[in-house]
């Protein structure tokens, strides 16, 4: 596992050119929704006295009487989207099965142009994945943006149906986790102490979350597959990534896990310097917004970095 992930950070590290590429297209898709959004506050804002008491700090009276009247993708903005509480929010959101478009979502959520931007999100990273992996095969032999885009081309059909494939395994997995959220929410009622009731809801939560991760590295794996080995048929690669899983699962899941620890570090170091800085100012406004940018990238270089490791765990199986 250890070598394996080494070789995939390796070859990040030898094309960072596609952690700027990725972040790039994270940020022309953000504007989509963040301009339009920017130019009603400042038009909210203008000529109130909430505008200089926002340059040093966050108004929450101002934000109070702005939620109460926004509607549409307006409505989805509060203070936890700021700094590191957007984590915690993300999570809670895909547990409750908002995945891209609010397929499996009960209950209400974020506005449909959030969630269709969000799918929109889903399918340009769908498509760059093919020649992600392109790339990764020989790393060290560079890349430009045509080869990577014919690379996307090329492989984008077949792994677009091994998401799809993925998305139909999650939504019976979201069918299946309704009736048994029903009955451990209900041991949890009856339960004689707070702990119990506290693990008993917790551990539905957490037994969730695992069997997400294993239908997502099931389908990565798939996808390694598709471009490895120039597989056709979407279903047998992921039948084959699954038999793969199997026989290396201690490795497999040994990948995800030193990456969420490693996310989970970044995402302490983030919210201990987000804390000692004071937006209260064009500089220093300035100066956390490339802060949440440097964070955003490297997230992106773990989520490119497992992909690339993924490869070269299936590589070395094979020698």
Request: hydrophobic residues 55%; aromatic residues 10%.
């Amino acid at each position: 596992m250890i070598p394996s992930l080494a070789a995939g950070f390796r070859s990040v590290r030898q094309n960072p050119g596609l952690v700027l590429l990725v972040l790039a297209t994270n940020l022309a898709l953000a504007l989509v929704l963040a301009v339009p959004f920017a130019d009603r506050v400042e038009r909210d804002l203008a000529h109130t006295g909430a505008s200089r008491a926002m340059t040093q700090g966050f108004d929450y009276d101002w934000w109070t009487r702005f939620d109460g009247e926004a509607s549409g993708p307006d409505a989805s903005f509060a203070p936890d989207v700021l700094g590191a509480g957007f984590a915690m929010r993300n999570l809670d959101l895909l547990l409750r099965g908002l995945v891209p478009g609010g397929l499996f979502a009960e209950g209400g959520g974020p506005d449909a142009t959030i969630l269709g931007t969000a799918a929109l999100y889903l399918l340009v990273q769908i498509f760059l994945t093919g020649g992600l992996l392109g790339v990764f095969r020989a790393p060290s032999g560079g890349w430009t943006f045509r080869s990577l885009v014919h690379g996307s081309g090329f492989y984008f059909g077949r792994i677009l149906r091994v998401s799809l494939l993925a998305l139909a395994a999650t939504g019976l997995l979201f069918a299946a986790n309704r009736p048994f959220a029903r009955f451990v929410d209900g041991l949890a009622r009856e339960a004689v102490d707070e702990r119990t009731a506290l693990v008993l809801t917790l551990g539905r939560f957490a037994l969730l979350l695992a069997a997400l991760v294993l239908v997502n590295m099931v389908s990565s794996h798939a996808k390694v597959l598709v471009v490895r080995e120039e597989r056709l048929s979407a279903l047998l690669a992921f039948v084959s990534s699954a038999g793969f899983c199997a026989r290396r699962f201690a490795a497999a899941a040994g990948q995800y896990a030193a990456v969420f620890l490693l996310g989970a570090l970044l995402l302490l170091a983030f919210a201990l310097v987000d804390a000692r800085i004071a937006a209260t100012g064009f500089r220093t406004q300035l100066l956390a917004l490339v802060l949440f940018e440097l964070f955003v990238a490297a997230r992106i270089a773990l989520r490119l970095g497992l992909l690339a490791s993924q490869l070269e765990l299936q590589e070395r199986e094979r020698r």
